[in-house]
């Protein structure tokens, strides 16, 4: 979806072109898959990490077209409301420092970023979803200038006939609402963590990470509060699968969502996600581009248009050939830029370990069981119990901490990552945070519990501990 549209109106005859044209690259994929044409052997990863623009009242502001302007940091791009924008990593080797060059790379760019906002008594924060947002602000009105958004809604609003999006929660609170619009997306703003993958290894990657993402989720969870309502942990999850709720059927008649953690694991590779796209979701956005067929800019296109929570990436190498990476996307946005690093890190050291465990973990953990773990934890993220590999349940917290985390730690070394940055994020951020018992969701359920339903005074807190760099284990109520 980072690619912006020309049109909007499409006819049926751009579908058909474009289905055409979607067809002919899924065919020319398959034979890449089926020839092994795919890089190897130089592993990356990066992040794209989502933020918030808020004014002195801890309001949303709808200023990032001219924030962004006025940054004018090709790494910092608009999202789909004027009160959100993205900050886009480099690639690097998964090896040595990178997780130190990482952190000094984002850390720099949002310093700059919350020095901007502040020439103007603003604040970027990095949040899961805002408390302080308020429904009249999910307006049209607030959706970003570019054209990608403005059609992407329309075509959601055509493909559901004009009915109303339902947004339902059941936590603590109960939030029952519907929306006009897709906007309601922007309050599901997150960490992404990408890692590149060897062929050989992707089908074990992918379904990896699939089961590894509940207890992600566990560990970053910070979206508890929706229009001053304490829901979920992790409410983002059940606000973005709503936000853009577009079911369809597949081949089988089963039913297949766009946003979704899947339909079961991969069996033999990775392309059979793309042949699930093509086969199984109508087109949302059927702009045709006059382009060689070895770009893939259809099949890119449509695969952005379907929010898996891990999603398949065909990546572009500097030399011209083409990589596999997968794209974690459940994790929420900060605290900090340090608790994203370490996020980022340890989705990493889980999923190396998840998919080189001898016996694959899915055949220990049905997919039934990895959606039951993933909504478990998204509601409720330490405080939940979830099936193992070993067969059984356990408390989400102490099967972190005890079991998963020495795993992760020793994944992560024997990538080769330096023992200083492993020791710093693992043992000085993550276990830490075990130990306590807290991620960015209880921290700000801990201090409304304490306070009262004081949502601009939870976030006046909120943004001064980031702006200390202190990971959230150190925040103070």
């Known amino acids: 979806m980072g690619k912006e549209v020309q049109h909007s109106d499409y006819t049926a005859e751009d579908m058909e072109e474009f289905r055409k044209k979607l067809v002919e690259e899924t065919e020319l994929l398959k034979s890449w898959f089926d020839q092994d044409k795919f890089s190897r052997g130089n592993h990356k990863t990066g992040i794209e990490l989502e933020a918030w623009l808020v004014d002195e009242n801890m309001l949303p502001d709808p200023c990032s077209p001219e924030f962004l302007e006025s940054l004018n940091d090709e790494q910092v791009v608009p ?67 570019q054209n990608r958004y403005a059609v992407m809604n329309e075509q959601v609003m055509k493909m559901r006939e004009g009915k109303p999006l339902y947004i339902r929660l059941e936590g603590k609170d109960n939030l ?34 699939m089961i590894a993402s509940p207890f992600l989720i566990a560990l970053s969870a910070n979206s508890p509060y929706f229009f001053g309502k304490e829901l979920w942990d992790e409410s983002r999850i059940a606000i973005f699968e709503q936000a853009v709720d577009l079911e369809a059927k597949n081949h089988d008649g089963k039913n297949v969502k766009r946003v979704t953690l899947g339909n079961d694991y991969l069996k033999e590779s990775m392309f059979e996600l793309f042949q699930e796209n093509l086969e199984d979701y109508p087109l949302l956005l059927p702009e045709c581009k006059d382009c060689a067929a070895e770009d893939l800019t259809h099949l890119k296109l449509h695969n952005g248009t379907i929010w898996r929570w891990t999603r398949p990436i065909i990546g572009d190498n500097p030399d011209g050939s ?67 590999i070993d067969g059984k ?29 492993v020791d710093y994020y693992m043992d000085g951020v993550i276990y830490p945070r075990l130990v306590k018992g807290v991620n960015g969701a209880i921290w700000q359920k801990a201090f409304i519990h304490m306070h009262g339903k004081r949502f601009q005074e939870l976030l006046e807190a909120y943004v001064k501990n980031q702006y200390s760099g202190k990971p959230v284990h150190e925040w103070e109520l």
């Not at 130190?100 to 700059?112: N, P, R």
């Not at 794209?327 to 340890?346: C, H, K, L, M, W």
């Open 322 to 388: 083409k990589h596999l990476r997968i794209e974690q996307r459940t994790p929420s946005a900060g605290p900090t830029v340090v608790d994203s690093i370490a996020n980022s890190a340890f989705f990493i050291g889980l999923v190396d370990y998840l998919a080189t465990l001898e016996t694959p973990p899915e055949s220990a953990i049905s997919f039934d069981e990895a959606i039951h773990n993933f909504y478990k934890a998204s509601r409720q993220s330490f405080f939940c119990q979830v099936r193992w």
């Open 79 to 145: 999202e789909i409301a004027k009160f959100n924008f993205e900050i886009n990593s480099m690639p690097y080797d998964l090896t040595g420092d990178c997780l130190t060059k990482l952190k000094d790379e984002m850390t720099g760019i949002w310093k700059k970023c919350e020095q901007e906002a502040q020439k103007d008594n603003k604040h970027a924060m990095l949040v899961g979803t805002l408390p302080t947002l308020r429904p009249h602000m999910l307006d049209m009105q607030y959706l970003s200038p």
């Open 393 to 421: 349940l356990h408390d989400m917290k102490n099967l972190l901490q005890y079991e998963i985390f020495p795993h992760v730690k020793s994944a992560l070394l024997k990538r080769g990552i330096d023992k200083k940055d």
């Open 176 to 209: 029952y609402m519907y929306m006009d619009s897709v906007i309601s997306e922007c309050a599901a703003t997150s960490l992404q963590i990408h890692l590149s993958v060897d062929q050989k290894d992707a089908k074990r990657y992918y379904n990896a990470s």
